[in-house]
C-alpha cells in the first residue's frame, strides 16, 4: 500500500491541475541548457543509483528573491508523521488561481516555477535522466523547510504518475551551509535477491551510501524507479549544547520540492492508460509477499506447550483454581526475583484485569522490583557507554546487534529470544529478562491473569534505537485474531518527556527555545512558521487507528504518513485519578485512566521512552504501530523489549472496544491517549 500524495511532506496538498505555464527558459545559468550531453553521461555513470546533480542552476538574484518573499508572504506550519517532522507551505502549483493582489506578493516564485516546468528545461532533463517526456500542465512543488529535529525517513517517492523527483535549495547564499549541520538527502543501495520462488527482488540496504549535502542554487534530482530510488532527508543537528556561534540561526534547510509527471491528456507523449499502470508497478506492490521474505527481524514465534492452561473469565483472577493455572508458590517466587511485589498481589492484579478489560491498554510504572531494575539499568547504562561501529556490517561481525530492515519500514538494532532460555547465572540483566523472565510459563500465567486472554504463543524481541538513526513506520496488524502486545521500556536515560525537561540550568532552558526564536526569524522576518515550541526527541510508541476497512493494507504498510499530535511528539502522557470503574469494580488508588476525550484523534495508545514501565495493548486488525524516529538531540538511545503473544480467539469476550476500530480519519487533534495507569509503590525507579 501506497502512502498517498497529498499527505507527502512536499506536496500538501497535491493537485490535478493545468497550469499556465510558459517557455521563460532565460532564467538558467547561461549555456546550462546545451550542456545536456555532459549531465547525462555523469548521470549515467552515477551510484548507487542514477541521480543527477547541477550547482548555480539558475541567475542567483532571481533566488535571493524568491526567498525574500517566501520569507515576507509565506506561512510555515510544523507538522509531524511517523515518517517526517517537517515546516510546510501550502501547495505552489495553484499560483494560478491567486487573486492578483496575492499573485503581486510573489512574482519571483511564480517566474521560478514556470521556469522549472518550461519546455525547455523539461527538455533537458528528459534527455538527462532518459525518463522519457514530462508534463508541462501537471505542476507539483512545495517549500519544505527543516529545521533543528527536521527528517524526513527512507522512501523511493513511488507514487502515481510521478516521472522525475528534484530538490532546488535555498539555504542562506550569505552563510553557507555545512556538512556537520546535517540535512543532507542520502541515497541507498538496493541488492538482488531471489524470492521463494525464484524470482529477483530489489531489497534495500540498511545503511546510505551517499549523502548530498544542501547548497544554495543547487538542484538534486532523480528518475522515480519502483523499489529502487530509496533515500532520506538526514535530521538537521541542533548546535551542541551550550554552543551558539555566529551563524547557527542559518540551521534552516529551506528547499523547493517536487515532482515532474507523465504527460497528461492533451500533451505530446501522452499514453492512455499509462498512469494506471505506473501504480501498478509501485515499490511496496512489488515487494509485498515474496520480498517481506527478506525483512529482519524474522517472526520468531514459539508455541506454548501446554494448551490446558486456559482462564475462566467468570472467576475473579483471586478466585482462580489450581486447575485453574492460578500462580503457584513456585511461580512466586520466580517472578519475585523480577517483578515488584505490588504486581503479584490479588488485589493489585484485580484491578489491573478489570482496568485492562474495559481499556484494553495499560501502562504499569516501577513493574520491575528494586533490586532487578537497579541491575538492569546498570548493564544496559554500560552497554550504551561503549562505542558501536557505524556500519552495519562491522555491527553484525563485531557484536551481538542484528539490524532491523528494510529501512522504508523500518530501523533498530534487536537481539531475538535463545532458542532454548534457561536460567544461567552468567547472563546479564537484559538476558535474564530477554530469555528467562518474559518467555517463562509463570510469566505467561501472570500475563493471562493480569488481561483476561489465553495465550497460545510468544514472539519476543530485544530492540535498541540509536539517537540519530533507529526508527519504525507506521505498520497496520493484518491478520483477524486479536494479539496481545507487551513494550517492556527500559530506557535509562532521561529528557524524554516535557515533564523531565530541567529547568534550573537558565542556559540549557534557553538553548532550544532561542533554536525556535532563531528559526523563525531566519525563515520569515514576520514571523510566519507557525508554533515556535521545542520539538520532542521522538522515541515514543504508538498504536493509531488505521484506514477504512476498504483499503488495502495487506503489505502492512502505513498508507500515509499518519499525523501525530503535539502532546504525543512531546512525550507526554494525560492521565487521571480513577476512583470507579465502568465495570462497577473497586479500583486501586493507584489506576490511572486517561482524560475522557470529546473527539477521537486516532491515537488509541501511546507510550513515551522511559525506565521501568510495561505497557499492554490488545491489538485489533488495521490498528498501526510505531515508534518514532529518535533524533540526535535525545541525550540517549531508547531501550525496549517487544513482546507479541498471540491469542486464543475463543477465549476472546466482548473486549474489543470503538476506540480500536479502523478509522479513516487521519487528522489528529492535540488531546490523544486512550490509555491508562499504574503506578506501583514498592519504591523502585
Not at 200 to 224: M, Y
Not at 597 to 615: I, K, Q, R
Request: proline letters at 6%.
Amino acid at each position: 500500500m501506497k502512502r498517498k500524495a497529498e499527505d507527502d511532506p512536499a506536496t500538501k496538498p497535491t493537485k490535478k491541475r493545468t497550469s499556465k505555464t510558459t517557455n521563460d527558459s532565460t532564467q538558467f545559468r547561461e549555456g546550462l541548457l546545451q550542456q545536456a550531453e555532459k549531465y547525462q553521461k555523469e548521470y549515467i555513470s552515477s551510484e548507487p543509483y542514477k541521480h543527477g546533480l547541477i550547482q548555480a542552476l539558475l541567475d542567483p538574484q532571481l533566488l535571493r528573491n524568491v526567498r525574500a518573499e517566501v520569507q515576507s508572504n509565506l506561512s510555515f506550519t510544523p507538522k509531524e508523521t511517523d515518517i517526517y517532522r517537517i515546516h510546510q507551505s501550502g501547495d505552489l502549483a495553484n499560483l494560478d488561481g491567486l487573486d492578483d493582489s496575492s499573485l503581486k506578493l510573489l512574482p519571483s516564485l511564480l517566474t521560478l516555477r514556470n521556469a522549472l516546468y518550461s519546455s525547455a528545461f523539461r527538455e533537458f532533463l528528459s534527455t538527462v535522466t532518459g525518463a522519457g517526456p514530462l508534463s508541462g500542465k501537471k505542476t507539483d512543488m512545495a517549500i519544505n523547510v527543516y529545521t533543528p529535529g527536521s527528517h524526513l525517513l527512507c522512501h523511493d517517492d513511488v507514487i502515481g504518475s510521478r516521472r522525475v523527483s528534484y530538490i532546488l535549495y535555498l539555504t542562506d547564499p550569505d552563510r553557507p551551509w555545512k556538512p556537520e549541520w546535517g540535512g543532507a538527502l542520502r541515497l541507498y543501495p538496493t541488492v538482488v535477491q531471489k524470492d521463494k520462488e525464484g524470482k529477483e527482488v530489489k531489497v534495500p540496504g540498511p545503511d546510505s551510501v551517499l549523502s548530498i549535502p544542501p547548497a544554495f542554487n543547487q538542484l538534486s534530482f532523480f528518475a522515480v524507479q519502483p523499489g529502487e530510488s530509496y533515500h532520506d532527508v538526514e535530521e538537521v543537528f541542533a548546535p551542541s549544547s551550550g554552543l551558539h556561534h555566529d551563524g547557527d540561526e542559518a540551521r534552516v534547510r529551506m528547499a523547493i520540492s517536487g515532482w515532474y509527471h507523465i504527460p497528461q491528456k492533451g500533451e505530446k507523449g501522452y499514453v492512455k492508460g499509462l498512469e494506471e499502470s505506473l501504480a501498478e508497478r509501485s515499490s511496496l506492490q512489488q515487494l509485498q509477499g515474496s520480498g517481506d521474505q527478506f525483512d529482519m527481524p524474522s517472526h520468531d514465534v514459539h508455541q506454548y506447550d501446554d494448551e490446558s492452561l486456559r482462564v475462566d473469565k467468570t472467576l475473579a483472577p483471586v478466585e482462580q483454581t489450581k486447575d485453574e493455572a492460578p500462580l503457584s508458590e513456585k511461580d512466586l517466587d520466580f517472578l519475585l526475583k523480577f517483578i515488584a511485589p505490588t504486581y503479584l498481589t490479588p488485589d493489585t492484579l484485580e484491578s489491573v484485569s478489570a482496568t485492562f478489560g474495559d481499556e484494553c491498554s495499560i501502562c504499569l510504572d516501577k513493574f520491575l522490583s528494586q533490586k532487578f531494575s537497579d541491575a538492569l539499568k546498570t548493564d544496559i547504562v554500560k552497554q550504551e557507554a561503549q562505542l558501536l561501529p557505524l556500519a552495519t556490517s562491522d555491527i553484525e561481525s563485531q557484536t551481538s546487534w542484528r539490524m532491523a530492515r528494510p529501512p522504508y519500514k523500518h530501523r533498530f538494532l534487536f537481539k531475538q529470544m535463545d532458542s532454548q532460555p534457561g536460567n544461567d547465572v552468567d547472563k546479564s540483566p537484559s538476558e535474564k529478562l530477554l530469555n528467562e523472565l518474559l518467555p517463562s510459563e509463570a510469566f505467561r500465567k501472570w500475563l493471562q491473569l493480569a488481561t483476561g486472554l489465553s495465550l497460545t504463543s510468544r514472539n519476543l524481541t530485544a530492540r535498541r534505537f540509536r539517537r540519530g538513526k533507529d526508527y519504525t513506520l507506521a505498520t497496520g496488524y493484518t491478520r483477524n485474531e486479536s494479539q496481545l502486545e507487551l513494550i517492556m521500556a527500559v530506557t535509562p536515560s532521561e529528557g524524554w518527556t516535557a515533564e523531565e525537561e530541567p529547568v534550573a540550568d537558565d542556559t540549557n532552558h534557553h538553548k532550544d527555545v532561542g533554536h525556535a526564536t532563531n528559526v523563525t526569524a531566519a525563515v520569515s522576518e514576520k514571523g510566519m512558521i507557525k508554533g515556535s515550541e521545542p520539538p520532542g526527541v521522538g522515541g515514543y510508541i504508538a498504536y493509531m487507528a488505521g484506514d477504512d476497512a476498504g483499503e488495502d493494507t495487506d503489505d502492512g504498510q502505513s498508507n500515509d504518513g499518519v499525523e501525530v499530535p503535539l502532546d504525543v511528539s512531546t512525550g507526554a502522557r494525560a492521565s487521571k485519578p480513577s476512583a470507579q470503574k465502568k465495570s462497577g469494580k473497586k479500583v486501586d488508588p493507584a489506576v490511572y485512566q486517561a482524560a475522557d476525550d470529546d473527539e477521537d484523534d486516532g491515537v488509541l495508545f501511546s507510550m513515551p521512552a522511559g525506565w521501568n514501565t510495561l505497557g499492554l495493548v490488545l491489538r485489533d486488525k488495521g490498528v498501526m504501530r510505531f515508534v518514532k524516529y529518535v533524533s540526535q538531540q535525545a541525550k540517549g538511545d531508547r531501550w525496549d523489549i517487544l513482546g507479541e503473544f498471540g491469542v486464543d480467539p475463543s477465549e476472546e469476550d466482548g473486549s474489543d472496544v470503538d476506540d480500536n476500530e479502523v478509522t479513516s480519519e487521519t487528522e489528529i487533534d492535540t488531546d490523544f491517549d486512550k490509555s491508562t495507569q499504574v503506578d506501583s509503590d514498592d519504591g523502585s525507579d
